[in-house]
Nanobody, 115 residues
Framework: QVQLVESGGDLVQAGGSLRLSCAVS????????MGWYRQAPGKQRELVAG???????DYADSVKDRFTISRDIAKNTVYLQMNSLKPEDTAVYYC?????????WGQGTRVTVSS
């Protein structure tokens, strides 16, 4: 069983920045799939950014050049740095990892961007 705890969500003005953290209960060194997703009210959950075990990253078009996913292996933590935030980034953000073919999700952290 893997537990994920997200933090860092807040209310921020448009143009501002936030950094989300996802603390993972096991070593992330070998996890090949780690990512951040978000779900806005009335919308489906969508992939925002992903990072693989070799450090390759992938981003949704809507966040490219604004968001950066990273990981600290020593701290077993995955981060999402969000810059130039827009009102349309408002959502609950979830961390997800896949371990031994099983998917694990955190409880989510809310990000609200005011215009």
């Amino acid at each position: 069983q893997v537990q994920l705890v997200e933090s860092g969500g807040d209310l921020v003005q448009a143009g501002g920045s936030l950094r989300l953290s996802c603390a993972v209960s096991r070593t992330i060194f070998s996890l090949n799939t780690m990512g951040w997703y978000r779900q806005a009210p009335g919308k489906q959950r969508e992939l925002v950014a992903g990072i693989s075990s070799d450090g390759n990253t992938d981003y949704a078009d809507s966040v490219k050049d604004r968001f950066t996913i990273s990981r600290d292996i020593a701290k077993n933590t995955v981060y999402l740095q969000m810059n130039s935030l827009k009102p349309e980034d408002t959502a609950v953000y979830y961390c997800r990892v896949v371990d031994m073919g099983r998917s694990y999700w955190g409880q989510g952290t809310r990000v609200t961007v005011s215009s």
